[in-house]
């Protein structure tokens, strides 16, 4: 059964965050912008890995709750649920067997070569089973739901092409089964600079996080580093990373102005940071009101996503249906 990329079908598009830590600007312009711009013209997917983060959260009580507010974040910052299919990953049960189906054609070598598995483990994060087939589970995720595209931060970039070298694998051994997606990565917010202006990330603790009160807030933005240029001389702004933070925000005549001062001298760094405070809480103030309702009212949250996995089941027991025949596990 060839599935052709030409087919006028309406474009399915899929993507997953792990509950493992607060929302970060980095997270919403690499992956939950682009995945709401999605919303009106596709299908789309959207879940919350709880499985994955097993690999990092051994605590059952942040899991719950992180899960909870994974889902008000996605839901506040204004994603549909009747607009998109959205659960979480756990209750569709079939990802794991699906996952054991793609272990049989995963080269070890494949998954000895992704650098988030060696990055993880070099933070001191136990290097388990688990973490080492963190790639594996991820490609069952997707594979599941057949989608066209997937957008993620740059970071994931492995992971996609990881899932492509398993559907193709399978799909020559057993038969076309899957879909081989491809990853959707934006040139312009591929990699957000944290606070010390590497890669932002709950892992390097240099995030700003969408959700943080005004206080919170204000204190992340002023501790953005900077380097000890003095106001009047000129900068560079491409490797300034609070010129690179206010962009995300900055409508472009500011940006323009922004950018003359950079250049001829007369940028202050601490009027710049209190600009890009003020942006980032006006921005994000309405979403920060809205997900305190939904945490007020978490029977709303999980409602909404047991509606979601009864439509996500119902495509992944298809696509595991197929993947059982082709294998010869029906008989
Ligand atoms: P973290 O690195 O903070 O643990 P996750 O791994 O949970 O973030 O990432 C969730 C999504 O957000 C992924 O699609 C990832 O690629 C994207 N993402 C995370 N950090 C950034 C960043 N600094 N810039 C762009 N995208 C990012
Ligand atoms: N590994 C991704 C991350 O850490 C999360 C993830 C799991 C994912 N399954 C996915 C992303 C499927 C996209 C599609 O960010």
Redesign the pocket.
Known sequence: MARKRSEKIMQRI?????PSGKLHIGNYFG?MKPMLAHMASSELYV?I?DL?ALTSVQDPERLRRGTLEAAADFLALGLDPDRCIFWV?SDVPEVCELTWLLSIVTPMGLLERCH?YKDKVAKSIPASHGLFS?PV??AA??LLYQPHL?P??K??KQ??EVTRDIAIRFNNTFGETFLVPDGEISENTAVIPGLDGQKMSKSYDNTIPIFADEKELRKKVMAIQTDATPVEAPKNPDTCNLYTLLKLFAPEDKMAEVHELYVNGGAAYGYLKQDLFELINARFAPARKRKQELLDNPDYVRQVLAKGADKAREKAMKTLQLARERVGLKY
């Open positions: 899929l993507s997953g965050i792990q992956m879940f890995v994955h990953q988030s963190y589970l991820m995720d997707i997937v993620v931060g970071d994931q992971h996609i």
